[in-house]
């Protein structure tokens, strides 16, 4: 064995730290067990012991680390450690550094809702671009929260002493547990249509279990896309859930909620006041400046002397008047002139003798053409009386008239004795009348 092998405990400490350090699988590490020897140094540094069945692990939490903790872990508490593995040189033990100790059965919660966060930011839903301008003076708000709880109560008290003119509706939901999602949600979807200004989702605080509901993600998105202004107020100060990030306003408590949704009466009469006293100053300066002017022209010449203030606009006036007598007169003149040498040449160009000569012999063509049409008729008249006169004599009811008569059977004139047989109902058609006549015999001629 040589020097050279021979290593140092400080020497050893350095080389296994470096181990630790390259390590990626210890840069963040998950340790489930229970705390021992729990030590809040008056640094803010707290010093404990993680251990399970066999095996413990020394463990420290920086101050920084520490004051975000909502509860400083005590002996006997069952927790999950979130931290880096790291080795304590002087001591030469490895320890863990912790960032953040929740109780066991939370640390899942808090993971899930760290990739849920994740997943919503890389997804859009948390940017600014999204949220929806609230309503400055709002006539109506909407509380979905549970009627009975406290966080209603504080709303409440909060209008009343803020803006009590807007009108408070609330729609009682359930909050926490199996149901509530559903109960969120559907509620969510109904206040949504009725068009409200602002709707606010508001629960006191409670463990993580308790606000679980307003981590999932179909409520997260619900919030996210409603159409309604929407601000939220779950929890205390200290609890952030996924809600919180994709409403339009996030408030830390529902009294906050309110003052987010609210204008402060007391500031708003403030304004009215400093406001009066503004106008007022300017109607007092405005009339003084008025009663200013008013003194200088009662001391102007011509107000002393009324009859100068329209003397001169008086002979303006005269001398205008003839000046539009004489421009009229000017006018007329050389429009009756046109007129009379217009009418001359009308009168000379003047197509009226062809019209009445025209009309003349028009006159006389209508005469001879009602003479010429009446001739026509009597002679049409005449002519259809003669073809009158021969169709009658071609009529079959005259030769009837003369003694004739003619014979049919079923609709068809008889014309050979053939035609019927004996026993046949025949028709005689007579000028005044028709005859039905059996056949008793039939003849034929040689």
Do not use: C
């Not at 109506?140 to 966080?151: C, E, G, K, N, Q």
């Not at 019927?420 to 005859?435: A, E």
């Amino acid at each position: 064995m040589t020097n050279e092998q021979v290593l140092t405990v400080s020497a050893l400490s350095s080389y296994i730290e470096e181990k630790f350090v390259r390590d990626p699988y210890l840069e963040r590490v998950f340790i489930k067990g229970e705390i021992s020897n729990s030590k809040l140094h008056s640094s803010g540094i707290l010093y404990f012991t993680l251990k399970d069945e066999s095996t413990t692990l020394r463990g420290i939490m920086f101050s920084n680390s520490v004051k975000r903790l909502k509860k400083v872990p005590s002996d006997g508490d069952g927790v999950i450690v979130e931290g880096r593995i790291s080795v304590y040189k002087p001591g030469g033990y490895y320890q863990v550094i912790a960032n953040d100790i929740v109780l066991d059965g939370q640390g899942q919660l808090y993971e899930k809702l760290e990739q849920n966060k994740k997943m919503l930011q890389a997804q859009g839903y948390f940017d600014p671009a999204h949220k929806k301008q609230l309503p400055y003076f709002p006539k109506t708000i909407i509380l979905v929260t549970s009627a009975t709880s406290a966080a209603y109560e504080d709303m409440i008290h909060a209008t009343e002493k803020r803006f009590p003119l807007t009108k408070i509706k609330v729609i009682n939901t359930l909050m926490q547990g199996e149901k509530s999602i559903d109960s969120v949600i559907n509620n969510l979807d109904y206040v949504d249509q009725l068009h409200a200004d602002v709707v606010i989702l508001a629960r006191g605080g409670g463990s993580i279990e308790d606000l679980w509901t307003f981590n999932e993600l179909e409520v997260a998105k619900k919030v996210f896309n409603m159409k309604t202004p929407i601000i939220t107020a779950i929890g205390h100060e200290t609890d952030t859930t996924l809600v919180d990030f994709v409403s339009d306003k996030r408030a830390t408590t529902p009294t906050q909620a309110m003052e987010h949704a609210l204008p402060d009466q007391r500031y708003l009469k403030e304004r009215v006041i400093e406001s009066q006293l503004v106008l007022k100053k300017k109607i007092q300066d405005t009339l003084l400046n008025k009663q200013s002017k008013l003194e200088s022209h009662k001391s102007y010449y011509k107000f002393r002397m009324p009859t100068r203030l329209y003397d001169q606009h008086l002979q303006q006036l005269v001398y205008k008047k003839d000046q539009l007598e004489s421009l009229y007169n000017k006018k007329y003149n050389e429009r009756h002139h046109q007129f009379s040498h217009l009418n001359y040449k009308i009168n000379t160009l003047s197509p009226r003798h062809i019209i009445e000569n025209g009309q003349t012999q028009n006159k006389q063509y209508r005469q001879s053409l009602t003479k010429l049409m009446q001739y026509k008729i009597e002679h049409s008249k005449l002519q259809v009386k003669n073809k009158l006169e021969i169709l009658d004599s071609l009529n079959p009811l005259e030769i009837l008239k003369r003694g004739y008569s003619f014979v049919s059977l079923d609709g068809h004139v008889l014309k050979s004795t053939n035609d019927v047989d004996v026993g046949d109902v025949i028709q005689v058609k007579l000028s005044d009348g028709r005859l039905e006549t059996k056949i008793t015999e039939v003849y034929k001629d040689e």
